[in-house]
């Protein structure tokens, strides 16, 4: 260390080179696996590596969006399980399943205090109660049954209606900005209305020209069903990810009885319905996801077509280590910079010291004891550097995540944390920074080692 403080200059720039290596490098390895932790801990927290999503044909939506349809008239024609009740609770009775529900879904109008908007409507069964986003209802409570004609709705589709909840309940102002402050208690056990269209059969068997003559009305209706509003869904915290689509949720026995237009996925829009079809898809979940491969496989065999997120982990996992690499190679690049530094400054301290390791090896001093004193040099240049590098890093994440955050606020959007430092990632950065130290001494080290102590006693 007193050698490096006698040219307190020089080895300050080849720390700093190491600093901003180092901070580099662990940035953007950080943003890489911030973004892999943020989307597996989205992942695990609905739970979607346990959760399951049956159809009783595949759907290739790339080839559906790129207008490639020349297989479509023969998966249309492929024999396939009709998906029904006695299917779903075929499902049920799988080992390892939870839960198993067909997915009902379809647009309707919402009313509430003299509001409205247009919004996609969710019907699911009270044994989902216990499991995310329904588990962390914490304004108000889950219906009681799968026939009560109660409903759940977003906090989010509140807002987008012109209303929010109070945060602080001694609030008395009645507007804020562009919402309408609403007490929680008042909000719950309020009177709710869904309008839902289907098609006007009476008014087209009353008037069959009805269609071809007017064409400012379709042959639709509206019906008006009141509901109870009993829970709202708060918004999901951080980089979050909601299975379950809708802006309400109702039970699912009660969305069987609300009209419709009668298909919600593409083949009822693209083939005709299988004998026996009621569903389109069906919502499995398993116990745990050790379980996630033996339910899919008997579910297989039972010739339905099944989608698990656990069987897009490897390719998930793939994706995020390509991207790690290509961060890690860009701050690599500063790290290589630094090296080159280290090794200018460890050969001009051979120069500078030529006649002191003249003088070591003349009292005994060996060639590995010569190379070990610039190998801990190099060492404690990179040592230094990488921790001071790791607050520079960390530092840096800590400004652009601010950076962002403040971006996303005024839009109510939630707060997120795109970087992660795990333990690993900064004993690996140390060990790392090291290791390119030691390896930029190596040669430098070397030099000194072979230095003739006859020649270096001479040396002015």
Known sequence: MSNLWRTKLRSVLTILGVVIGIGALSSMVSFGVGMQKNLTDAFKKNDLFTSLNVTARSVNLEEISSGNLSNLNEKLQEPVTALNDSVVEMIRKIPGVVVAFPEIRFPVKLRFR?????????????????????????????FKNDSSFQLLIREKTLQDMGFKLK?????????????ILLDTDSVIDSAIDIISKDIDLRGILANPFMVLMSQRRLPFKDTVIPFKLTGIIPEREGFGFDRFGGGVFV???TSKRIPNLGFDNVWDLLGEDLPGDKYGSVYVRVNDMKMTKAVVDTLKNKGLNVFAFSEELKEIKRAFMIMDSLLGAIGLIALVVAALGIINTMLMSILERTREIGIMKSIGGSEAEIRIIFFVEAASIGLIGAVFGLGLGWLVTRIANAVMNSQLKPQDLPAVDLFSFPLWLILGAIAFSVLISLAAGLYPAIRAA???PVKALRHD
């Open 114 to 142: 003299d509001k409205e908007t247009n919004l996609t409507l969710s019907a699911v069964p009270v044994g989902m109660k216990s499991f995310y986003p329904f588990s962390e209802i914490k304004k108000g409570q889950f």
């Open 167 to 179: 945060d602080n309940p001694e609030d008395t102002s009645a507007i804020s900005g562009k919402y």
């Open 251 to 253: 039970p699912l026995e």
């Open 450 to 452: 072979r230095v003739d």
